[in-house]
Antibody, heavy 127, light 106 residues
C-alpha cells in the first residue's frame, strides 16, 4: 500500500529556509488521480493546510503562506518537497505530507480528502 | 472566503455515550466536508469524507451528516480508544481549510 515519509532537518535558524521532502512508496506519484499536500501543526494547536502539488507541477497554496512557499515535485525520485523561506518561531510545527484525491464531479474537478498521511516530522525554528 | 466554525472545542463524555460535534459553514459548501481523528503524537486519520461517507475500515459507530450549512459528526457509543481530537476540513475552490478541532475526553 502507499506510504509517505517526511524527511529534513529538525532545526532551522530564524530567517533561513526550511526544506522538507516527502517520499512516496508503494505507488507512483505520477498517478493522475492525486495531488500531494503539506499540512502543519504547531505544538498544541490545530492543523493548517500549506499547499498541494500535482505530478505535472501544478500547485495550490494557502494564501496566508503563499509569498514564502515553494512546493516542487521530482517524479523520477517519487518525491515532492516543501520550501518555506524567512522562517520565524511561528513556523515551529509538526509538518505532515499527505495524499489528496482529485477527481471529476458535477462538471468540474475537485479535491477529495487527505486519505493517506506521513507520520510527520517536527521542525523547530530557533537560533 | 468561507468560514468554518467547529464546536465544541472540547467535551467530556462517558464510555457508551453518544458524542456529537458540529461544523457550521458561513455559506453553502455542498457536501465538501471531511472529518479526521487525531490521537496524541499521531498523524490525523480520515474517518468521514463528503459529509457522510465512511472511509474503508472505519468502525460504523462513526457517522456524519449534513443539513444545509451545518455538518454533524457523531460517535455512537463512545469507546476508550476514541479519545482523540477531531477535525472537520472543508474544500472550496482549490483551497482547503481545517476546523479548530474538538478534543474528546472521558
Amino acid at each position: 500500500q502507499v506510504q509517505l515519509q517526511e524527511s529534513g532537518p529538525g532545526l532551522v535558524k530564524p530567517s533561513e529556509t526550511l526544506t522538507l521532502t516527502c517520499t512516496v512508496s508503494g505507488g507512483s506519484i505520477s498517478r493522475s488521480s492525486y495531488y500531494w499536500g503539506w499540512i502543519r501543526q504547531p505544538p498544541g494547536k490545530g492543523l493548517e493546510w500549506i499547499g498541494s502539488i500535482y505530478y505535472s507541477g501544478s500547485t495550490y497554496y494557502n494564501p496566508s503562506l503563499k509569498s514564502r512557499i515553494t512546493i516542487s515535485v521530482d517524479t523520477s525520485k517519487n518525491q515532492f518537497s516543501l520550501r518555506l523561506s524567512s522562517v520565524t518561531a511561528a513556523d515551529t510545527a509538526v509538518y505532515y505530507c499527505a495524499r489528496l484525491p482529485y477527481y471529476y464531479d458535477n462538471n468540474d474537478y475537485r479535491f477529495g480528502a487527505f486519505d493517506i498521511w506521513g507520520q510527520g516530522t517536527m521542525v523547530t525554528v530557533s537560533s | 472566503d468561507i468560514q468554518m466554525t467547529q464546536s465544541p472545542s472540547s467535551l467530556s463524555a462517558s464510555v457508551g455515550d453518544r458524542v456529537t460535534i458540529t461544523c457550521q459553514a458561513s455559506q453553502d459548501i455542498s457536501n465538501y466536508l471531511n472529518w479526521y481523528q487525531q490521537k496524541p503524537g499521531k498523524a490525523p486519520k480520515l474517518l468521514i469524507y463528503d459529509a457522510s461517507n465512511l472511509e474503508t475500515g472505519v468502525p460504523s459507530r462513526f457517522s456524519g451528516s449534513e443539513s444545509g450549512t451545518d455538518f454533524t459528526f457523531t460517535i455512537n457509543s463512545l469507546q476508550p480508544e476514541d479519545i482523540a481530537t477531531y477535525y472537520c476540513q472543508h474544500y472550496d475552490n482549490r483551497l482547503l481549510t481545517f476546523g479548530g478541532g474538538t478534543k474528546v475526553q472521558i
